[in-house]
T-cell receptor, first 113, second 116 residues
Framework: QQQVKQSPQSLIVQKGGISIINCAYE??????FPWYQQFPGKGPALLIA?????SEKKEGRFTISFNKSAKQFSLHIMDSQPGDSATYFC????????????FGIGTKLQVIP | DGGITQSPKYLFRKEGQNVTLSCEQN?????MYWYRQDPGQGLRLIYY???????QKGDIAEGYSVSREKKESFPLTVTSAQKNPTAFYLC???????????????FGEGSRLTVL
């Protein structure tokens, strides 16, 4: 049972364009939604995260949009650059005790010049 | 610099052999985790540990074993019972906060295991 569904699995975007990755979750108890960025041969690293009490969070060119009623959240990368080419994972977890993080299947982004 | 060190980075194993992957952290984190990464399947949790001498099975624990004798160390053994062990293995750690683990994981650079 996939608790966090992520799409698309792969994405090709022109340099300067907007990259959009979508995720949906089922468990309404989730209250922390991070995005991780992974370069080939490396471990993932936290990129940006949001809690459900806000609808949007922006850090530089990266923005998370969150729709609590639809149980969906998305990552937008503005002015995409070749250096953004990586695999992106959305995730969800529950605060209040030790809980494991549930990841989406990942999106491989390629930004072409 | 603080971080998570995984070794070896690449490992080849013959069928029927056990292999142990090392994970050491100097972040003073309480919790540690092992994930397996396969193309198109994301990150799947194998085992996690909240404190020393305690650990819990994740979603795909069959064929794996762990130990947590020290706070800094959480080795993973891939046993011969694991049917499809070829994968990229990631170790992670996180802080414990008063509100519980926030979900912010710090990952090592991974170990790629290939079974010949």
């Amino acid at each position: 049972q996939q608790q966090v569904k992520q799409s698309p699995q792969s994405l090709i975007v022109q340099k300067g364009g907007i990259s959009i990755i979508n995720c949906a979750y089922e468990n309404t108890a989730f209250d922390y939604f991070p995005w991780y960025q992974q370069f080939p041969g490396k471990g993932p690293a936290l990129l940006i995260a949001i809690r459900p009490d806000v609808s949007e969070k922006k850090e530089g060119r990266f923005t998370i949009s969150f729709n609590k009623s639809a149980k969906q959240f998305s990552l937008h990368i503005m002015d995409s650059q070749p250096g953004d080419s990586a695999t992106y994972f959305c995730a969800a977890s529950i605060s209040g005790g030790y809980q494991k993080v549930t990841f989406g299947i990942g999106t491989k982004l390629q930004v072409i010049p | 610099d603080g971080g998570i060190t995984q070794s070896p980075k690449y490992l080849f194993r013959k069928e029927g052999q056990n292999v142990t992957l090392s994970c050491e952290q100097n972040l003073n984190h309480d919790a540690m985790y092992w994930y397996r990464q396969d193309p198109g399947q994301g990150l799947r949790l194998i085992y996690y540990s909240q404190i020393v001498n305690d650990f819990q099975k994740g979603d795909i624990a069959e064929g794996y074993s762990v130990s947590r004798e020290k706070k800094e160390s959480f080795p993973l053994t891939v046993t011969s019972a694991q049917k499809n062990p070829t994968a990229f293995y990631l170790c992670a750690s996180s802080l414990y906060t008063s509100g519980g683990i926030t979900g912010e994981l710090f990952f090592g650079e991974g170990s790629r295991l290939t079974v010949l």
